[in-house]
């Protein structure tokens, strides 16, 4: 189970995974997973995604890449395989779909599940006290600088273009760097 094509996905070249959602981010990793994967099945809860038109184009051309519209992952299917001189993994077999129109469960085998739903910041808390963009995002005037002095943001809170973990290591990195010069310049 994953939530990271780019990351991911060379682990399944030649197999068969789902990828959950119908957004341009479940676009943007099925069109990655095509490129490897045996097949790629797009589950949407919705009957129509609602990723951009030209993603969907592209998305939709491509023959091993299949829809399950009005459907829902229930459960994920799997079982333990021991790994040398790791404890047990869990191994992905099967995914349990329900149509959320007429109820029916179904089941289908996978070898990979990525999850794509979107990436929205939980930035609520912040709301009124530091300016964030309308998805939420946290707006830098800087590397890492907020609108407020001595507020220092780093990862996928402020990252709207990257959102990988690498990215979001580096930045934190950065953030490290700036509060500790900001505090260095306040006992001057």
């Keep these: 189970v994953s939530v990271c094509a780019t990351c991911d996905g060379p682990f399944f070249k030649g197999k068969k995974v789902i990828v959950v959602g119908g957004g341009d981010s479940a676009l943007k990793e099925a069109l990655y997973l095509a490129k490897i994967a045996e097949s790629v099945t797009l589950i949407h809860r919705r009957d129509e995604l609602r990723g951009q038109e030209v993603l969907q184009v592209q998305v939709k051309a491509l023959p091993n890449v299949k829809f ?14 021991p790994k040398a001189g790791q404890p047990l993994a869990e191994k992905v077999t099967g995914v ?6 007429s109820g029916e469960t179904s089941e289908i085998e996978v070898d990979g599940v990525f999850i794509a739903v ?19 995002h946290i707006i ?6 907020t609108s407020i002095p001595g507020v220092f943001a780093a990862g996928d809170v402020a990252d709207t273009k990257y959102r990988q973990v690498v ?7 950065k953030a490290a760097l700036d509060v500790e010069k900001f505090l260095a310049n306040l006992s001057v």
Excluded: R, W
């Design 68 to 81: 399950m519209f009005n459907s829902e992952v229930v459960e994920i299917l799997g079982e333990d395989q």
């Design 96 to 101: 349990k779909i329900k149509n959320n129109q």
């Design 118 to 136: 979107g990436y929205l910041p939980e930035t609520e808390f912040l709301k009124g006290q530091i300016d964030l963009d309308p998805t939420g």
């Design 140 to 145: 830098l005037t800087g590397d890492t600088q």
């Design 167 to 173: 990215t979001a290591c580096g930045s934190g990195a």
